[in-house]
């Protein structure tokens, strides 16, 4: 037994000894060239890998390119075509490619058809949003309806939020992007457009901020529904339903009318004050001042917890001016139409986090950026998982800085 034990010592001993004169017999700069290509592949292969996990958004499909409507019959209206000034800005892109139009002309938005686009996100929203809708619908006809009236969301008599009855500026439309709704949110929608046409006594649903509005008629065609065949999220519906606004300004706001919807005004003078000399502005409903107030003390300790870890990474991720931004997250912004080609055709979030994203697109830009306070309150059935949403962010944060720091993404 010992023998044996001795002789496979010895073997042992003498292979460790042909493979170190093996490895001592390779020149140093073999070895040298393997490191510097180990060290070489590292980069590529984290930059394929950043390739493979890059949110990448899908082209929309030719149902989604249409909405529906009610007709002033009362009836639903068969799919039309949706007017579309993006495809107009890729067309535009191609020319100044191909040297035919210069690199600012290819920047050019087709002409406002109303004043005022709002956009609505909806995903099985059917028990929320006939409240938010009733809110929008009144403050936008009191405002911006053909009536004859001085709109009130304007600081003086010569900024482009007031006019007359006739004026091309005046006007205003709702695009609600249901975002692959499995309830009747469709449904629910078409009745409300139904029920508030003009020529017959309005209903008046209580909404969020209104116990009891007053009865609003509007005009046939004015909320225009686009169905996405496949949820897309948030992000991807809101920027889907932007591509095709026809306002001179496009806001975007949540499906349960958190945000006070009368604060619209306050955010059209902010940015009439901002914009500029392109007409460009972006203004960003803020809830910062809020912070402190029964609304977010009653925030369970988890929730304001992730919420301060948010906005550290919030500040610690993003752009010098995007990170002073004090509430990125607010669902409630305001866009100018010329500086729509400067945002949303360079997209890539469809997730929660793409506020931040337009935000740092229009950073870059040097699009002025004003925030505003805005009324706002907590409304129950939150489709946000707390916990699981949250780290969702700060991953798709992380990922977002990371790809368009090394050029997967670009202008």
């Known amino acids: 037994m010992n023998i044996t034990n001795s002789s496979s010592s010895s073997t042992s001993n003498e292979t460790t000894v042909l493979n170190a004169d093996t490895a001592t017999s390779i020149p140093l700069s073999l070895w040298a060239g393997i490191a510097v290509a180990v060290l070489s592949a590292i980069p590529v292969l984290f930059f394929l890998l950043l390739r493979v996990l890059a949110p990448t958004p899908r082209q929309p499909r030719r149902s989604e390119k249409q909405y529906t409507t009610v007709q002033s019959n009362g009836q639903t209206s068969k799919p039309q075509p949706l007017p579309c000034w993006y495809d107009n800005h890729s067309a535009l892109q191609q020319m100044a490619k191909q040297n035919q139009i210069t690199a600012e002309e290819a920047f050019q938005i087709t002409d406002a058809e109303v004043f005022m686009s709002l956009v609505i996100p909806a995903y099985n929203e059917a028990e929320r949003i006939t409240g938010m809708l009733e809110e929008a619908v009144e403050y936008l006809e009191e405002q911006y309806g053909h009536h004859g009236t001085r709109s009130k969301s304007s600081s003086n008599g010569t900024l482009q939020a007031s006019g007359q009855q006739g ?3 005046r ?3 709702i695009i609600i992007v249901s975002d692959g709704s499995r309830d009747k949110t469709v449904d629910v929608v078409l009745d409300f457009a139904r029920t508030h046409q003009l020529g017959q006594p309005a209903p008046t649903p209580k909404g969020p901020w209104n116990s009891a509005g007053k009865p609003t008629n509007i005009t046939p065609g004015a909320i225009r529904i686009v169905q996405l065949e496949e949820n897309r999220g948030k992000g991807g519906a809101v920027t ?21 919807f009368s604060d619209l005004g306050s955010l059209v003078v902010g940015c009439e004050k901002a914009k500029d000399k392109q007409g460009r502005v972006v203004g960003v409903g803020s809830r910062a001042h809020m912070v402190g107030t029964e609304a977010v003390v009653k925030r369970s300790l988890l929730r304001n917890l992730l919420m301060r870890a948010f906005h550290l990474c919030i500040w610690l991720l993003t752009t010098k001016l995007t990170a002073k931004i004090k509430d990125t997250q607010c669902g409630f912004k305001l866009f100018s139409r010329p500086s729509l080609p400067f945002i949303i055709p360079y997209m890539h979030s469809e997730g929660w986090i793409f506020d931040v994203e337009m935000l740092m697109l229009a950073e870059s830009a040097e699009i002025p950026m004003v925030e505003v306070a805005v009324g706002w309150k907590e409304v129950g059935g939150s489709k946000l998982n707390v916990v699981k949403d949250s780290l969702g962010m700060a991953v798709g944060l992380a990922l977002l800085r990371v790809c368009w720091g090394a050029g997967i993404y670009s202008r």
């Open 167 to 169: 004026d091309p500026k």
């Open 240 to 260: 889907h339903g932007m591509r095709h606004a026809r306002g001179t300004y496009v806001v975007f706001a949540d499906a349960d009318g958190a945000s006070r």
């Open 171 to 173: 006007g205003w439309e």
